[in-house]
């Protein structure tokens, strides 16, 4: 059998068997889910040994006699050092490189590019000469949304009077933006489903010997039997 | 009437799946040509490689895996396609160690549609650990420095693709697939820095914030999902995937939207009646 007809039929199975828990849970269901942990765990492993350990360690170290990449192997290493109490303190060496340099490459970078730049954008379509009427609209309908929302989630203050009904508004922002995002996740669910069903409509053609029909019946008669088997067995535990 | 309401607010969830599953299989199976019309932030991202000069460098950064293989996997071969029909080089990497064969199979399988060469016309990188700090070796001491083999293990140094194109500073454009958080990672470690420009898709779940980003300048444009990826498709005139996905998406964005409007009279309708 070809690689790929034996893919097919590999695919459509494990497709419908994580189809499956949609009608209940279901032996078929927990195999598919258990391999999938374990295929993506392992293959996880094998990379970042082969990518890191391997590649990034071994053949630099060993082979091209990169000598300084001992500090970072032995700054990495430290840090298992936290299984063992009483020489703990050494991880936190690594800890404090890792704190430190990160911070320093990070905080400065998010506040620039993150915070700044989102207040700049905000502000600049009223300022801007030549700015179009929707420009300035749009500008205003940001300001007013970023405050309220803000004020919302500003609970040094009661809500009340002035501050609720700011609050109010901020509520009705949030809603909008969830609606939103809750909309495209409908979308996105969609597309995963999309992408499953044209798969298995793929491997339901004569090119893979009608892998999905086929497996898919012989799933619903396991199923059927297994249901039948183990009410059976309640039944007779009932009994007992 | 009351007893169907009734019946919709108690509605068996399995009945839902049953009408769902229909709702998607059906349009795939029988494709209705829905209509899509080209949104502006699509169509930025079409143009800045479309008015690219001819042999451009582009970067694809495929950072996603299986999970969101629906929605991003269409883009990455809609955005090869165009590249490599301009004839612009492409190089690609992932973030995401579980995503490596899916870029490694968009990039071989759409330029051996265009009889690329490898090293040549386009080069994938793979996937390696580090993050920012990758972005960083980069930019800094050059793309062969962060990756001194490619995914296939062969040296990065002495291909032809990375003779003019050493440092990310070089690249023309970004294209970043994202399936998670890595936008800000090459926003903030890569453009802000190297000043590249930078465009993008990302899953459907993100797009309503990558408006943010498309409003403060990070990107010049973006796909949002698997709409986005169908709008691509329409531009580069090669209906794929996405496209024959879209049908199924309308039909079962309005089965839902009928469930949900008649969820809403059931509940209200059982509520009144309860208070009476």
Redesign the interface.
């Known amino acids: 059998m070809d690689s790929t007809i034996l893919g097919g039929w590999i695919a459509a199975g494990l497709t419908l068997f994580m189809f499956s828990s949609l009608y209940k849970d279901n032996p078929f269901y927990r195999f598919g889910e258990h391999l999938y942990l374990g295929l993506s765990v392992g293959y996880i492993i094998l990379k970042v040994i082969y990518a890191n350990i391997i590649g990034g360690l071994y053949k630099p170290l060993f082979e091209d006699h990169q000598y300084m990449l001992l500090i970072p192997t032995i700054l990495g290493l430290s840090l298992y050092t936290r299984f063992f109490p009483k020489i703990a303190w050494i991880s936190r060496i690594t800890f404090a490189f890792i704190v430190g340099y990160g911070s320093g490459l990070t905080i400065p970078r998010i506040i620039a590019g993150g915070i700044f730049q989102q207040i700049e954008k905000i502000i600049t379509p009223l300022g801007k000469t030549g700015a179009t009427w929707w420009e300035v609209f749009s500008g205003i309908v940001i300001i007013i949304g970023v405050a309220s929302v803000l004020i919302y989630f500003f609970f040094s203050v009661e809500h009340k009077g002035i501050i609720n009904k700011i609050s109010r508004v901020g509520i009705y922002f949030v809603m909008i933006a969830f609606g939103a995002s809750f909309g495209y996740t409908v979308m996105a669910r969609m597309s995963l489903l999309i992408g499953r069903s044209y798969d298995l409509i793929e491997f339901a053609t004569p090119k893979y010997y009608y892998a999905t029909i086929v497996l898919l019946v012989l799933m619903v008669l396991i199923l059927i039997l297994y249901e039948s088997m183990r009410k059976k067995e309640e039944g007779s535990e009932a009994n007992a | 009437m009351s007893g169907f309401l009734k019946k919709m607010s108690d509605l068996d969830k399995?009945v839902i799946?049953v009408l769902?599953?229909l709702a998607?299989?059906i349009p795939?199976?029988y494709p209705l040509f829905i209509e899509i019309n080209v949104n502006p932030e699509v169509k930025a991202v079409y143009d800045t490689i479309e008015n690219l000069p001819n042999g451009s460098t582009v970067f694809l950064a495929m950072d996603f895996d299986p999970?969101?293989?629906?929605?991003l996997y269409p883009m990455a071969e809609a955005v090869l396609r165009h590249c490599f029909r301009k004839n612009h080089k492409v190089i690609g990497m992932t973030f995401w160690?579980?995503g490596?064969g899916l870029g490694e199979k968009a990039l071989t399988d759409i330029a051996k549609e265009y009889n690329k060469e490898y090293g040549t016309d386009y080069l994938y990188l793979g996937?390696?650990?580090g993050g920012?700090a990758l972005v960083?070796q980069m930019g800094e001491e050059g793309i062969a420095a962060a990756f001194p083999?490619d995914h296939y293990g062969r040296e990065t140094a002495s291909m032809p693709i990375l003779q003019k194109i050493t440092h990310l500073k070089n690249i023309d454009y970004l294209v970043e697939l994202a399936a998670g958080a890595s936008i800000g990672t090459w926003?903030?470690?890569g453009k802000?820095k190297y000043k590249f420009k930078m465009g993008g898709g990302c899953?459907?779940?993100?797009?309503?914030?990558w408006y943010?980003l498309l409003?403060?300048?990070?990107i010049n444009g973006f796909m949002?999902?698997?709409?986005g990826a169908a709008e691509y498709e329409k531009l580069i005139d090669k209906k794929s995937?996405a496209t024959?996905?879209m049908d199924?998406?309308s039909v079962?964005?309005m089965l839902?939207i009928a469930m949900i409007i008649l969820g809403n009279i059931a509940y209200f309708a059982n509520r009144a009646k309860g208070n009476k």
């Open positions: 399995r799946f769902i599953s998607v299989i795939l199976l999970s969101s293989k629906p929605e160690v579980t490596v996937w390696k650990a920012y960083i083999v926003y903030y470690y802000m899953t459907g779940v993100m797009a309503a914030s943010n409003k403060i300048d990070w949002g999902g698997l709409r995937k024959r996905g199924a998406q079962s964005h839902i």
